[in-house]
């Protein structure tokens, strides 16, 4: 079983930048593709970014690229999501993900859930 834990979240006016992280553990997690996915209240679940640990791919909803960059640090099983120029729109709990196979946007998709983080962007 993978475990995932959030970190990162937190209350940051717009044009702000927050940095989460998602350690990652558990057997074999190095296989697995990362992502990161949002749920705004009253809303569906939607892809955010998505990385290999393996590296070579990584792959952004259009809403969020040129804004955010989703990376890894293998040495300390970590993977980051680096959000700049946040938006009243980007509030939302953001979720760590993690699939057997290639990340795509659908939230059904992943194996392994975090718990979630909060992150509230004030116009």
């Known amino acids: 079983q993978v475990q995932l834990v959030e970190s990162g979240g937190g209350l940051v006016q717009a044009g702000g930048s927050l940095r989460l992280s998602c350690a990652a553990s558990?057997?074999?997690?190095?296989?697995?593709?990362m992502g990161w996915f949002r749920q705004a209240p009253g809303k569906e679940r939607e892809f955010v970014a998505a990385?290999?640990?393996?590296?070579?791919?990584?792959g952004y909803a259009d809403s969020v690229k040129g804004r955010f960059t989703i990376s890894r640090d293998n040495a300390k099983n970590t993977v980051y999501l680096q959000m700049n120029t946040l938006k009243p729109e980007d509030t939302a709990v953001y979720y760590c993900?993690?699939?057997?196979?290639?990340?795509?946007?659908?939230?059904?998709?992943?194996?392994?859930w975090g718990q979630g983080t909060q992150v509230t962007v004030s116009s």
């Open positions: 990385i290999r640990w393996s590296g070579g791919w990584d």
């Open positions: 993900a993690a699939n057997r196979a290639t990340m795509t946007s659908n939230p059904n998709e992943p194996d392994y």
């Open positions: 558990g057997p074999s997690f190095y296989t697995y593709t």
